[in-house]
């Protein structure tokens, strides 16, 4: 099974950024490129990409991501836009996290590490909070990235859990299906 481990963001979340998202790629699609934006439903913040996932393992993945987490809720904003990569033909078209990145790594690196004690293999590569607002699956020569990096807070949203995600791929693009929710659990915030 293909999984991974997201916080999802509530609905008036993803229109705040589905409205600023296509602002943001409208000079993108004309400068060239095959650029296919992520639909607002399908919004979602990575926190750990875990790829195929063999079916007898993910039982125990499941089990690990139904415990609480004991960290508290927090803030998080989004703002800001840039490319993967920096220099060169752009992959990648992404919105940053402005507040709240700090716990937010804290959320993804207790999630890898308990994926990790299962011995699941992962992606784990550093972690840097961003969210997908589209892929290119051709692009040519390079986007501005300091044309695209925009000022202020575009969204916020209260984070309480992570969820860990089936991923099933088609023509018609990805469908997600929850699995597990990993719920911030610690007092006084």
């Given at each position: 099974m293909r999984l991974f481990v997201a916080?999802?963001?509530?609905?008036e979340t993803r229109r705040e950024i589905a409205a600023r998202q296509k602002l943001i790629a409208a000079p993108l699609v004309r400068s060239g490129g095959s650029?296919?934006?992520?639909?607002?439903?399908?919004?979602?913040?990575?926190l750990l990409f875990l790829g195929g996932v063999?079916?007898?393992?993910?039982?125990?993945?499941?089990?690990?991501m139904n415990t609480g987490v004991d960290l508290p809720a927090f803030d998080m904003a989004f703002g800001g836009?840039?490319?993967?990569?920096?220099r060169g033909a752009p992959r990648?078209?992404?919105m940053g996290v402005t507040a709240g990145a700090a716990p937010l790594t804290s959320l993804q690196r207790e999630i890898a590490e308990r994926i990790r004690r299962l011995g699941i293999a992962f992606d784990d590569r550093p972690f840097h909070p961003h969210l997908t607002l589209g892929r290119w699956r051709e692009s040519r020569?390079?986007?501005?990235a300091v044309a695209l990096h925009e000022v202020g807070e575009i969204a916020s949203m209260r984070v309480t859990?992570?969820?860990?995600?089936q991923s099933r791929l088609s023509a018609s693009g990805p469908a997600y299906?929850?699995?597990?929710?990993?719920?911030l659990s610690k007092d006084g915030e």
């Open positions: 916080v999802d963001l509530p609905e650029l296919k934006l992520v639909a607002p439903e399908q919004m979602h913040l990575t063999q079916e007898a393992r993910v039982p125990a993945a499941t089990e690990v836009a840039g490319v993967f990569p920096r990648v078209l992404w020569g390079s986007a501005n859990r992570a969820t860990l995600y299906t929850p699995l597990a929710h990993a719920t």
